[in-house]
T-cell receptor
């Protein structure tokens, strides 16, 4: 069993739709949860950062963490063609051991 | 602010040959990471440096991979001899410190194809 599971998709949605992405994990020591966006042939860039359980909103993006279920989600509202990318979830255990464990990534295409 | 610089961007080599990748982190960033991303998978940490010391190299295949970070700034990752399964993107990343809360910034990657 992989430490972080993420459905690779691909996911295709029309412009303006809500995109829903999620990851599950097995390591209960994870405390820091991130979502990275990776455009084709580019490096990942940090999109959202959450500590422990709860919700965080930033513009059109909402990240949710449910540590009891070991489940995290990312929602993209009013999706745009420019949101077409691969979305990677990433997690880390401790504050002084900041190594990231990544999911496989979900490829999203937003159709104009 | 300049980002993480990597070179070369693309490299094609034959199996059993050697290759080296170079990384220049963001100025002032003490922590440097090398990740390997195989097509269709998430990045996997190979090695983490804090200044010029190794923090974690537990997933680095040390029989063929080596990395150094001289003077706590630039870093090189070498593969010798390369195998077909080493075909991947090698991502360099840096952060201000190795502590949570500091964003990890990634370079655009060095794409390696071993034929």
């Amino acid at each position: 069993q992989k430490e972080v599971e993420q459905d690779p998709g691909p996911l295709s949605v029309p412009e303006g739709a809500i995109v829903s992405l999620n990851c599950t994990y097995s390591n209960s020591a994870f405390q820091y949860f991130m979502w990275y966006r990776q455009y084709s042939r580019k490096g990942p860039e940090l999109l959202m950062y959450t500590y422990s359980s709860g919700n965080k909103e930033d513009g059109r993006f909402t990240a949710q963490v449910d540590k009891s279920s070991k489940y995290i989600s990312l929602f993209i509202r009013d999706s745009q063609p420019s949101d077409s990318a691969t979305y990677l979830c990433a997690m880390s255990e401790g504050s002084n051991d900041y190594k990231l464990s990544f999911g496989a990534g979900t490829t999203v295409t937003v159709r104009a | 602010e300049a980002g993480v610089a990597q070179s070369p961007r693309y490299k094609i080599i034959e199996k059993r040959q050697s290759v080296a990748f170079w990384c220049n982190p963001i100025s002032g960033h003490a922590t440097l990471y090398w990740y390997q991303q195989i097509l269709g998978q998430g990045p996997k940490l190979l090695i983490q440096f804090q200044n010029n010391g190794v923090v974690d190299d537990s997933q680095l295949p040390k029989d063929r991979f080596s990395a150094e970070r001289l003077k706590g700034v630039d870093s090189t990752l070498k593969i010798q001899p390369a195998k077909l399964e080493d075909s991947a993107v090698y991502l360099c990343a840096s952060s201000l410190t190795g502590y949570s809360g500091n964003t990890i910034y990634f370079g655009e990657g060095s794409w390696l194809t071993v034929v």
